[in-house]
């Protein structure tokens, strides 16, 4: 019955303990939050209070949101990733969006902000050649890319259209690190640095247009086309890539700098191309070999298909199933199923 009765009474003050420690745990919080407005209260007799707290917590505020530090009136974030924008912030901390070729997305910058935009590939961090960069153009449309003028020279037979100084080293003694300006948009600058790097810019998806203007360019900067879009490169895959879509465009490109090899591989998706719809720019855009080899290709797979139709099985030493009357209505009448389809048959069949 004693026994019972301590039970009793020990559970009742750990109810008792608990339910008071809650109170002040929680009153300790409300007084830490409430604002002052008088004077400062008398000092708690804390070890009263926590004598009845079998585990004391720790009421630290934790830090979920990146921290933003007021410095003589100006807002400072943390350094954000190397991505294809930059923004360098003074008075906002909002970092603008990115669109989904790689370029600037268009945003209305907000008041005292300064909008910078960096290549993600041709970035100052970037891991693509031993070096630093150590050369920056920028396109017509504000786009900073951080380049190596070894690279670009190397690939170059005119000093990059004469932006840089001949002997790579000179870079070192001279101020090569300014930034020059290009009249590409940024767009067509990128797969022409991709292509000067033998990298695949794939997975910016550029249109076509685009791969066209970045291939005439090649010429500008003093960069063979017949050195750089051969079989087993990154330019000559994507460029083939949009053989179903445009065989004509493409195949007047391969034509203008003699890509022989693309051209090949896009006339195949010409055979069925009505060639009495080519205009004059288109012609001239060709030119007269490659033009002349378009109409050849598709003559001569029409006069291929009449040899191998048109001559009439040789004939056989008479049957009694089938003399020589029979063979002579099997000659006529493959003529005529020959010539039918042969008129009609078009180089695509």
């Known amino acids: 019955m004693r026994l019972r009765d301590d039970f009793c009474r020990r559970s009742i003050f750990a109810c008792v303990s608990r339910t008071q420690s809650f109170l002040f745990l929680h009153l300790s919080l409300f007084i830490r939050r409430a604002p002052v407005f008088m004077e400062t209260p008398t000092p708690t007799d804390w070890d009263s209070v926590l004598q009845f707290v079998a585990d004391p917590l720790d009421f630290e505020p934790k830090a979920t949101e990146t921290a933003v530090l007021q410095t003589n009136g100006n807002l400072q974030v943390p350094t954000p990733p190397v991505c294809l924008i930059l923004m360098v912030v003074f008075n906002c901390s909002r970092m603008p969006k990115l669109s989904n070729d790689g370029t600037p997305a268009t945003e209305e910058p907000a008041e005292g902000t300064t909008l910078v935009s960096i290549s993600t590939t041709f970035y100052p961090g970037a891991q693509i050649n031993e070096t630093t960069p150590d050369v920056v153009l920028l396109t017509s449309d504000s786009v900073f890319f951080y380049v190596h003028a070894s690279a670009l020279l190397g690939s170059s037979g005119n000093q990059f259209n004469s932006l840089l100084p001949a002997d790579p080293g000179s870079c070192e003694n001279q101020?090569?690190?300014?930034?020059?300006?290009?009249?590409?948009?940024?767009?067509?600058?990128?797969?022409?640095?991709?292509?000067?790097?033998?990298?695949?810019?794939?997975?910016?998806?550029?249109?076509?247009?685009?791969?066209?203007?970045?291939?005439?360019?090649?010429?500008?900067?003093?960069?063979?086309?017949?050195?750089?879009?051969?079989?087993?490169?990154?330019?000559?895959?994507?460029?083939?890539?949009?053989?179903?879509?445009?065989?004509?465009?493409?195949?007047?490109?391969?034509?203008?700098?003699?890509?022989?090899?693309?051209?090949?591989?896009?006339?195949?998706?010409?055979?069925?191309?009505?060639?009495?719809?080519?205009?004059?720019?288109?012609?001239?855009?060709?030119?007269?070999?490659?033009?002349?080899?378009?109409?050849?290709?598709?003559?001569?797979?029409?006069?291929?298909?009449?040899?191998?139709?048109?001559?009439?099985?040789?004939?056989?030493?008479?049957?009694?199933?089938?003399?020589?009357?029979?063979?002579?209505?099997?000659?006529?009448?493959?003529?005529?199923?020959?010539?039918?389809?042969?008129?009609?048959?078009?180089?695509?069949?």
Not at 191 to 205: A, F, K, N, Q, T
Not at 220 to 248: D, E, H, Q, R
Not at 318 to 342: G, H, I, V
């Open 175 to 349: 101020d090569c690190n300014a930034v020059l300006s290009i009249p590409e948009h940024s767009t067509v600058l990128n797969v022409l640095l991709h292509i000067i790097y033998d990298m695949s810019c794939i997975h910016y998806s550029p249109p076509f247009p685009t791969l066209v203007a970045a291939v005439n360019c090649l010429s500008t900067y003093g960069i063979s086309p017949k050195l750089v879009c051969v079989p087993s490169t990154p330019t000559y895959t994507l460029l083939l890539s949009y053989a179903p879509l445009f065989p004509l465009e493409l195949y007047a490109l391969a034509a203008s700098f003699d890509l022989y090899d693309l051209a090949v591989a896009t006339s195949s998706h010409l055979l069925s191309f009505p060639l009495a719809t080519i205009t004059d720019e288109m012609a001239e855009c060709i030119g007269p070999v490659y033009l002349k080899r378009l109409f050849f290709l598709h003559f001569g797979r029409s006069d291929a298909l009449k040899r191998v139709l048109l001559p009439p099985p040789h004939p056989h030493a008479p049957t009694p199933w089938c003399d020589f009357n029979e063979q002579k209505k099997l000659t006529r009448a493959w003529a005529l199923a020959s010539a039918y389809l042969a008129w009609d048959a078009r180089p695509g069949v």
